[in-house]
């Protein structure tokens, strides 16, 4: 079955730092890919996904994230990092066929401190 | 335009209670999901509806759990005889069609079972 792993449950940067936060799935078929962000008592918005195309995909709030199916990796990455970044990112994965539900990692919780 | 809402926003219930948890979707998504949130087990899919196709039940936990989708819009997830571990946040989400595509959360809806 498909799993998604995220290494390291906690992330800490300090603001103005670059922020790398790791996925990496387990499928042999790549299949489509999200990063998630969850604020506090809030629902999940969704930052960027990758789906076809280029490899190196742009989200909001200036993160971006990069597939390498060599590696079975869509790790996401910000070269600056500020204060309000702080949160619980979620990478997810999606079988390449219609109704299939999100699998989720377990979550990495960035903090940014001044 | 709205996005997906959900009520309650909390719900406590005594255990042994049943619970009714609503979901508005985006309008025109024709896919709908319910996923929990818990501590210990991370983000799970429950279940899906896709327009008027009969819905993909395979992550309900047990046969307390059971959800309807009405005239192919709101959803309502039902717990019957809630128990204490079915204390955690319900999540829906709703996308334009159905898998491959990006979910859209609503805010979620906290149980508590005392």
């Known amino acids: 079955a498909q799993s998604v792993t995220q290494l390291g449950s906690h992330v800490s940067v300090s603001e103005g730092a670059l922020v790398l936060l790791r996925c990496n799935y387990s499928s042999s078929v790549p299949p489509y890919l999200f990063w998630y962000v969850q604020y506090p008592n809030q629902g999940l918005q969704l930052l960027l996904k990758?789906?076809?195309?280029?490899?190196l995909v742009k989200g909001i709030n200036g993160f971006e994230a990069e597939f390498k199916k060599s590696e079975t990796s869509f790790h996401l990455t910000k070269p600056s990092a500020h204060m309000s970044d702080a949160a619980e990112y979620f990478c997810a994965v999606s079988e390449r066929q219609a109704g299939t539900a999100l699998i989720f990692g377990k979550g990495t919780t960035l903090s940014v401190s001044s | 335009g709205a996005g997906v809402s959900q009520s309650p926003s909390n719900k406590v219930t005594e255990k042994g209670k049943d619970v009714e948890l609503r979901c508005d979707p985006i309008?025109?998504?024709?896919?709908l999901y319910w996923y929990r949130q818990s501590l210990g087990q991370g983000l799970e899919f429950l279940i899906y509806f896709q327009g008027n196709s009969a819905p993909d039940k395979s992550g309900l936990p047990s046969d307390r759990f059971s959800a309807e989708r009405t005239g192919g819009s709101v959803s309502t997830l039902t717990i019957q005889r809630t128990q204490q571990e079915d204390s955690a946040v319900y999540l829906c989400?709703?996308?334009?069609?159905?898998?491959?595509?990006?979910?859209?959360f609503g805010p979620g809806t906290r149980l508590t079972v005392t």
């Open positions: 990758y789906t076809t195309g280029a490899t």
């Open positions: 989400a709703s996308s334009p069609v159905g898998g491959g595509y990006e979910q859209y």
């Open positions: 309008s025109g998504h024709t896919a």
